[in-house]
Structures are given as structure tokens and as C-alpha cells.
């Protein structure tokens, strides 16, 4: 079936201040894709949505996409504590599925 | 922004007994989801619905029915609860078809099966 792989696979430490690039792989071309974020049992909280492989910003954060790699990038610049967490990302190949990657937790040290 | 509502926050069920989620969006939007999330598993998809009166099964199904009732209501029962669904449970809805795949979660409900 459709799978979605993040790196960094499991988490990635930075320094307040660093950027940090999360990337999201699929087996498929795809429709849209969506990036998430999750603090330790909370809700999924939308950071960017992109269709048509778009670029999308957000403040600090932009989402770029290669669709010939099928591959898409969420770019966190001058990176802050509080940005600490867990990045998903999700695609929609078509149809009504939506496919999660496992995530990437984030964790950023003063 | 979204909103998407779920109760109960936390449910501690009985192995046999049944247990019913309920998930609320006042978005009017089509298409609503359930998911579980479990570690090393990440996010599965359990039932969806395209609308009112429809539910669809999505890739987890077994052990779980869907009732959607109106455009704003999505309810995921458990008839027979047991440990292995001990999980938390985001529900989520979005436009859906042509319109965009976008979407809005709720804040899970942490369920509990002894």
C-alpha cells in the first residue's frame, strides 16, 4: 500500500536558534499534502496544507515539494522551544485516504 | 479555524463492555474520520463518512462500527471493548472530493479497556 517515510526517522535535536528541515518520502504520487503538529498527547494541530505541490508558508515555517521525487520538505527557520513536538506529515494520493507518516519529534534546547 | 469537539476527553471501558465516542464539527463539512494512534503505529484510519447517513470503512475497521447521523455528528462504537483497543482516538473532518483534503482534527479521547 501506500507508505509515507519521514526523516529524520525518529527525532532530531536542535539549539534554540537552529533550522531544522523535516522531510516526507512517498511511494506515490500524490494530490496534497499536509503538515502536523502534535505536543505529547494533544490534538493535531494543521500547519500548512498544500495542493498541487505549492509552496506554502507560514511565519517561520515553509513547506516546499518535488513532485518528480515525491518528496516534500517542512522548513522550520530560527527554531524556538516551543517548537518542541512531534511533526507529521500526511498525503492524499486520491480517492478519500489520507496517509500518515509516523512522525518526527523535535526537541529544542535553550 | 476548525472546530471539532470530542467526548468523552478520557473513558476507562470494561473488557465486553461497549463503549461510544462521539466527535462534533461545526464547519459543515462533509467528510469526517476516526483514527487510533498508537506508538510504532502512527495514525490509522478506523471509519470515515462522506455525509450524513453514509459510513465507509477505512483500513482498521474490525471491532468497530461508525454511525453518522447529521452533517455535524460522527459517533465510533465499540460493541464488545477489548485491551487491544486501549488507544487514543482523534476524530477529524474536512471538505473532502474536489473541494480540498484538508483537515481538522479533534482533541482525541483517551480510552482505557481493562
Known amino acids: 500500500g501506500q507508505q509515507v517515510q519521514q526523516s529524520p526517522p525518529a527525532s532530531l535535536v536542535l539549539q534554540e536558534g537552529e533550522n531544522a528541515e523535516l522531510q516526507c518520502t512517498y511511494s506515490?504520487?500524490?494530490?496534497?499534502m499536509q503538515w502536523f503538529y502534535q505536543r505529547p498527547g494533544g490534538r493535531l494541530v494543521s500547519l500548512l496544507y498544500?495542493?498541487?505541490?505549492a509552496e506554502q508558508r507560514g511565519g517561520r515555517l515553509t513547506s516546499s515539494a518535488a513532485s518528480n521525487e515525491s518528496r516534500s520538505s517542512l522548513h522550520i527557520s530560527s527554531s524556538q522551544i516551543t517548537d518542541s513536538g512531534t511533526y507529521l506529515c500526511a498525503m492524499e494520493p486520491g480517492g478519500y485516504k489520507v496517509v500518515f507518516g509516523s512522525g518526527t519529534r523535535l526537541l529544542v534546547s535553550p | 479555524e476548525a472546530a471539532v469537539t470530542q467526548s468523552p476527553r478520557n473513558k476507562v471501558a470494561v473488557t465486553g463492555g461497549k463503549v461510544t465516542l462521539s466527535c462534533n464539527q461545526t464547519n459543515n463539512h462533509n467528510n469526517m474520520y476516526w483514527y487510533r494512534q498508537d506508538t510504532g503505529h502512527g495514525l490509522r484510519l478506523i471509519h470515515y463518512s462522506y455525509g450524513a447517513g453514509s459510513t465507509e470503512k477505512g483500513d482498521i475497521p474490525d471491532g468497530y462500527k461508525a454511525s453518522r447521523p447529521s452533517q455535524e455528528n460522527f459517533s465510533l462504537i465499540l460493541e464488545l471493548a477489548t485491551p487491544s483497543q486501549t488507544s487514543v482516538y482523534f476524530c477529524?473532518?474536512?471538505?473532502?472530493?474536489?473541494?480540498?483534503?484538508?483537515?481538522?482534527f479533534g482533541p482525541g479521547t483517551r480510552l482505557t479497556v481493562l
Open positions: 506515490t504520487t500524490l494530490n496534497s
Open positions: 498544500s495542493p498541487s505541490w
Open positions: 477529524a473532518s474536512g471538505h473532502g472530493g474536489a473541494i480540498s483534503y484538508e483537515q481538522y
